[in-house]
């Protein structure tokens, strides 16, 4: 078993500590752990679902949809891709603008979501559409930086740096993949739409919420 774990931009330091990326984060886990005490009923309640929206019932859990999850695996593997992107995102652009385009990123992909599958009565939930916009926002951001990730395969593990041109554009070259082998599911599981939709309205909105052009990294670091 392997797989690569994002930690965060290696080629720059962080100008400020990441407030908002921090308050994001605690909310998805302060949302999760109703969750856990609500069970079903609270995820009903506050999941969209796509034939109940279009019908114009329910609109709030357009929103409210972003801070559920599905699972611990769910949670933990999204609010990891936020901390390892999303505090640069902010640094390039403020607090309050970055939280904005957060919460448009996510509901652009909702939006997509339900366009591709309007009669479906499966709940749709998770950050991952707000945070694939985090993740496009980065790209067109930072594309020379470096990502410091974590490598492991079996026992093997080492911390390594990669392109962030390479790492985000290979999830993203994925998310089409899976988008082509989906589409005509109408069971649940990953929300590939919704990623590709929320990944590419970071690209062509974040020039709108930057505060200033793209830089190139102050120095390759040297390990």
Same mark, same amino acid.
């Given at each position: ?19 908002? *990326?921090?308050?994001?984060? &605690? ?13 079903? &009923? ?15 019932? %329910?609109?709030?859990?357009?929103? *409210? ?12 593997? %999204? ?8 505090? &640069? ?9 970055? @939280? ?23 709940? @749709? ?6 945070? &694939? ?7 067109? @951001? ?17 911390? @390594? ?25 109408? *069971? ?36």
């Amino acid at each position: 078993m392997g797989g690569l774990i994002p930690l965060g931009d290696a080629s720059r330091p962080r100008l400020r500590f990441p407030y908002a *990326t921090v308050s994001i984060i &605690a909310l998805n886990v302060y949302v999760f752990f109703h969750e856990l005490q609500g069970g079903d &009923a609270f995820v009903l309640q506050w999941a969209a679902v796509p034939a109940v929206i279009l019908s114009g019932q %329910n609109l709030i859990t357009l929103l *409210t949809s972003m801070f559920l999850h599905g699972s611990w695996s769910h949670i933990l593997g %999204n609010m990891i891709f936020l901390w390892a992107f999303g505090p &640069a995102m902010e640094d390039a652009m403020n607090p309050v603008s970055y @939280t904005l385009f957060y919460l448009l990123g996510g509901l652009a992909a909702m939006l997509a979501q339900m366009a591709a599958s309007p009669g479906s009565l499966l709940p @749709t939930l998770g950050a991952s559409g707000a945070i &694939a916009a985090v993740m496009g926002g980065f790209l067109v @951001t930072y594309p020379r930086d470096r990502i410091r990730a974590l490598f492991f395969f079996f026992f093997f593990i080492r911390i @390594t740096f990669i392109p962030a041109i390479l790492l985000i554009g290979f999830w993203f070259f994925m998310q089409l993949l899976n988008v082509g082998s989906v589409a005509s599911v109408q *069971t649940g599981g990953v929300a590939y739409v919704a990623h590709v939709a929320g990944f590419l309205f970071g690209v062509l909105v974040t020039p709108l919420f930057r505060r200033q052009r793209y830089q190139p990294p102050p120095a390759w670091p040297r390990y």
